[in-house]
């Protein structure tokens, strides 16, 4: 299981574990690197942590795995995506699943009442529910992070945590877990600040090095520096963007596959531009967010978060999430929930409690294109209510859509 540091992976898997090996621990390290076999041998489940500290331990599990096929037996986590070569790529032997930041209807906020399980498994898709959660609760959730260590602070004391929590980003895990020698962190700061100016976005990355740099000193910012930021933080699950869905047996014309840009938690991004749920409220935007032209950026961040809880309520299925944008920007649809059998559910995202036909149109739209093989619309909202509109497009509010 990979996923960023905080998000709970080890906290979640040691309720499921007889024995837990902590590579993060430096005794821990030394003992395993000696004798990597010796996980193998220890009570199952076994729990290792941080495994890519000691990448042999990669192999001494796949014989073990190979030697007795029962599963369940290991249990591996990591805060970075391991590019070591190993001998086998784990197939057939290992799951591999990214655990993300708490989602909406993990936070107790209300009882989710419309299930995309439901809908991807082709039951009846109910349509009800009331929802308290408000505009001001959804920007607040916005700021406050679906990081569980993190949720528990207010005021001041959350605002340095989440700057720390940068701060470890860049001065610990980018050059000890990304392997990359950051030289001008302000410059990494000033690259990530750009990113998440252009949160739901498919601003271009030349675009988001351009902004970077005009904020720097001396207004520079090579391409390859720029790409070296990109790939490091997506070793360490800082970013998570959101692929381009490309149909290959409908007839929608030419899909975009340029990603959305997405952090792993929104309130990464406020943290970054300096804003907080106030400043959302009234519309303020930081200065380095000026070059995101199409919304506003209250609507982006309450996108990402709405991202964040359809990727971990669709995660116990077959599916997987997309965005959809014709090349021309005609038509895009927020979030395509696609099954293998390429039968999608298509989402749209609105800040608003009211949902008129213009903002369904490009629903109705893929309905004509798809027919059977769309199994539902729906417009994601932060209104009170959960409802079916006479189009068939369902209106659920944010806090109601669960897994």
């Not at 997309?322 to 005609?330: K, M, V």
């Amino acid at each position: 299981m990979g996923g960023r540091r905080g998000v709970g992976k080890t906290a979640t898997l040691q309720r499921r574990a007889a024995t837990v090996f902590r590579l993060d621990n430096r005794a821990a390290q030394v003992v395993v690197a000696a004798d990597p076999d010796i996980v193998t041998t220890a009570p199952k489940p076994v729990l290792i942590d941080e495994w890519q500290r000691v990448p042999e331990v990669w192999d001494a599990v796949r014989r073990a795995v190979d030697a007795d096929g029962s599963p369940g037996q290991f249990l591996l986590t990591g805060s970075a995506s391991a590019q070591t070569p190993t001998a086998h790529s784990g197939a057939g032997r290992l799951v591999r699943m990214r655990m993300r930041p708490m989602a909406l209807f993990e936070r107790d906020l209300a009882t989710p009442t419309v299930s995309l399980g439901q809908i991807l498994a082709g039951a009846p898709a109910a349509t009800g529910g009331t929802s308290t959660v408000n505009l001001r609760q959804y920007a607040q959730e916005i700021v406050r992070s679906g990081f569980p260590g993190l949720r528990g602070l207010r005021g001041a004391a959350h605002a340095k945590a989440m700057s720390a929590y940068i701060d470890h980003i860049v001065t610990r895990d980018i050059p000890e877990e990304a392997g990359l020698k950051v030289r001008r962190p302000q410059l990494l700061r000033r690259w990530m600040r750009a990113y998440a100016a252009a949160t739901a976005t498919t601003t271009a990355y030349v675009k988001i090095q351009a902004a970077a740099a005009r904020s720097s000193g001396d207004g520079t910012m090579s391409r390859a520096t720029s790409e070296r930021y990109r790939a490091a933080l997506e070793q360490v699950f800082v970013l998570d963007a959101l692929e381009g869905w490309r149909p290959t047996r409908n007839q929608l014309g030419r899909a975009g596959v340029a990603p959305k840009h997405h952090l792993v938690d929104p309130a990464l991004a406020t943290t970054l531009l300096g804003i907080d749920d106030e400043a959302l409220l009234r519309g303020d935007v930081a200065a380095g967010a000026t070059f995101v032209r199409d919304g506003d950026l209250f609507g982006h961040l309450f996108e990402s978060l709405v991202a964040q809880s359809v990727r971990v309520g669709v995660q116990h299925t077959a599916a997987r999430v997309y965005h959809y944008r014709e090349y021309d920007g005609r038509r895009e649809v927020d979030f395509i929930v696609e099954l293998p059998d390429q039968k999608v559910v298509a989402l749209e995202v609105k800040l608003s409690a009211v949902v008129e036909d213009d903002d369904v149109r490009h629903l109705l739209w893929l309905k004509e294109r798809l027919g059977a093989d769309l199994l539902d619309m729906i417009v994601v909202t932060t209104g009170p209510h959960a409802y079916r509109r006479s189009d068939g497009v369902a209106v659920v509010p944010a806090a109601l859509l669960g897994p």
